[in-house]
């Protein structure tokens, strides 16, 4: 089993800045897909970033400039650092890796919980 714990999450204002973290363990062998998505109440759930290991960066229209996607292969661990953050960035954040597992080289793909996040004055 490979499982993914968010934090960071939380109460900002407007124009302030986040960093969520989805931290994954488990017999991992590598993580060659980190995605950040989002999901406000009634709303489906939104792609907000993505990332491949040796490949471009993908974001929604909504979060270009304002958000990074980032991981540190030696913590397991995936970022999402948001800057400039509105009101509309109020949702539920939740992360999924794709990967391979340490010893039978299988592929794995997990989600985590979710982290809320809420942009108000």
């Known amino acids: 089993q490979v499982q993914l714990v968010e934090s960071g999450g939380g109460l900002v204002q407007p124009g302030g800045s986040l960093r969520l973290s989805c931290a994954a363990s488990g017999r991992i062998f590598s993580i060659d897909v980190m995605e950040w998505y989002r999901q406000a109440p009634g709303k489906q759930r939104e792609l907000v970033a993505s990332?491949?290991?040796?490949?471009?960066?993908i974001y929604a229209d909504s979060v270009k400039g304002r958000f990074t996607i980032s991981g540190d292969n030696a913590k397991n661990t995936v970022y999402l650092q948001m800057n400039n953050l509105k009101p509309e960035d109020t949702a539920v954040y939740f992360c999924?890796?794709?990967?391979?597992?340490?010893?039978?080289?299988?592929?794995?793909?997990?989600w985590g919980q979710g982290t809320q996040v809420t942009v108000s004055s």
């Open positions: 990332g491949t290991s040796g490949a471009s960066t």
């Open positions: 999924r890796v794709e990967g391979i597992y340490r010893l039978t080289r299988l592929p794995f793909s997990s």
